[in-house]
T-cell receptor
Framework: EDKVVQSPLSLVVHEGDTVTLNCSYE??????LLWYKQEKKAPTFLFML????IEKKSGRLSSILDKKELFSILNITATQTGDSAVYLC??????????FGGGTRLMVKP | DSGVTQTPKHLITATGQRVTLRCSPR?????VYWYQQSLDQGLQFLIQ???????AKGNILERFSAQQFPDLHSELNLSSLELGDSALYFC??????????????FGEGSRLTVL
């Protein structure tokens, strides 16, 4: 059974801090790893990673995948209150089925 | 706006009842996925349809069933409802072609409360 574990469960930081969110996984027939941000309702897509060592970057957010050690990290620099959300990691297997981790709840205080 | 439409947004019903949740995928997407999100379980995959056919099944209870119609919209039927079925039910869609590794686009969800 595919498994995704995220850490920490929750995190409280102040604006301007840098945070690192972790995602480890076990999956048969790995296809990709995806990061989503969930604020109030629908998860919204952040990144998709398929290759090890290649950093994906979007503004203050970046992510990298290590397929040998089976983990990924999501970094957020210069955090803002608008970054407060639950961040979800998911792995896509050969069946195009996304298995999600439990999420990391990030709160950014002014 | 992801382009995925779910109805109803909120639903309150009693134990033992049956409800139907509806999902219209993004234009052109052939795959529809259903997920259940409850407070203590995170996002749990229920079932996937591709172009009208069931493609993958996750932790879906026997009391639950789904289908995808020729116009590609999908319905999730929940019957003999129990208190523990209270959750946010998400529909997501993707192009879903063989070998597709890409993102899913999520609807806003249907919040079901069973009293």
């Amino acid at each position: 059974e595919d498994k995704v574990v995220q850490s920490p469960l929750s995190l409280v930081v102040h604006e301007g801090d840098t945070v690192t969110l972790n995602c480890s996984y076990e999956v048969t027939n790995f296809r990709s790893l995806l990061w989503y941000k969930q604020e109030k309702k629908a998860p919204t897509f952040l990144f998709m990673l398929t290759s090890s060592g290649i950093e994906k970057k979007s503004g203050r957010l970046s992510s990298i995948l290590d397929k040998k050690e089976l983990f990924s990290i999501l970094n957020i620099t210069a955090t803002q209150t608008g970054d407060s959300a639950v961040y979800l990691c998911a792995v896509n297997n050969a069946g195009n089925m996304l298995t999600f981790g439990g999420g990391t709840r990030l709160m950014v205080k002014p | 706006d992801s382009g995925v439409t779910q109805t109803p947004k909120h639903l309150i019903t009693a134990t033992g009842q049956r409800v139907t949740l509806r999902c219209s995928p993004r234009s052109g997407d052939l795959s529809v996925y259903w997920y259940q999100q409850s407070l203590d379980q995170g996002l749990q995959f229920l079932i996937q349809y591709y172009n009208g056919e069931e493609r993958a099944k996750g932790n879906i209870l026997e009391r639950f069933s789904a289908q995808q119609f020729p116009d590609l919209h999908s319905e999730l039927n929940l019957s003999s409802l129990e208190l523990g079925d209270s959750a946010l039910y998400f529909c997501a869609s993707s192009a879903g072609t063989s070998g597709y590794t890409g993102e899913l686009f999520f609807g806003e969800g249907s919040r079901l409360t069973v009293l």
